[in-house]
């Protein structure tokens, strides 16, 4: 299915090989269900809407690229197929315009997918602002193990009477919360 060819056609060894997928879903008497994906600069940007890219409907010039790419043949090999060989429909009717099953095929049009700038942005800057908000909590944290050693606090606090998990626990506390905040 499209799930195991989309890595294929993704990958950049079949960069130009691919000219389009076509998903068959289900192709039985009773319906048809197929999905033709197309390298996208081959079809309109449809940027505005459907309505401002086919003003005059089919007369329009971005009606054009769907003639170019290829999209349009491969939609009509696949109802013909359906037709001629799981509905059973003779090559009279499908030409004939006075025929009950005379098709006249015409591309749906899709609104154009809108993308955030900032989320584009920060998809590439997040890992980067992660590292830097953990790096000051992290560098505090050695900085301060190290001082503790230098200065044998620990020694210091258990001579005193302070007990291990006690110790332990501060440490936990302090430091977890500083990471949380950060």
């Known amino acids: 299915g499209r799930e195991e060819a989309l890595p294929y056609v993704k990958d950049v060894k079949s960069e130009g090989k691919i000219w389009a997928l076509i998903d068959v ?36 010039k971005a009606y054009g690229k769907y003639y170019g790419n290829g999209f349009l043949t491969l939609q009509k090999m696949m109802y013909d197929y359906h037709l001629t060989n799981v509905l059973s429909v003779t090559g009279d009717d499908l030409v004939a315009s006075d025929s009950p099953t005379f098709l006249t095929m015409v591309p749906m049009g899709l609104t154009r997918y809108k ?11 997040g ?50 919360v500083q990471m949380i905040i950060a």
Do not use: C, H
């Open 25 to 60: 879903k289900s192709m039985a008497l009773n319906k048809l269900d197929i999905a033709i994906s197309t390298n996208r600069s081959g079809v309109p940007t449809l940027e505005g809407g459907v309505r401002e890219q086919f003003p005059v409907g089919l007369a329009s």
């Open 127 to 176: 890992p980067l602002v992660l590292v830097l908000a953990f790096l000051y909590p992290v560098s505090q944290l050695a900085k301060r193990l190290v001082e503790e050693k230098e200065l044998r606090l620990r020694e210091g606090t258990m001579i005193m009477g302070l007990t291990k998990t006690a110790f332990f626990s501060s440490w936990l506390i302090i430091y977890y």
């Open 115 to 125: 993308t955030s700038d900032f989320l584009e942005l920060a998809a590439q800057l």
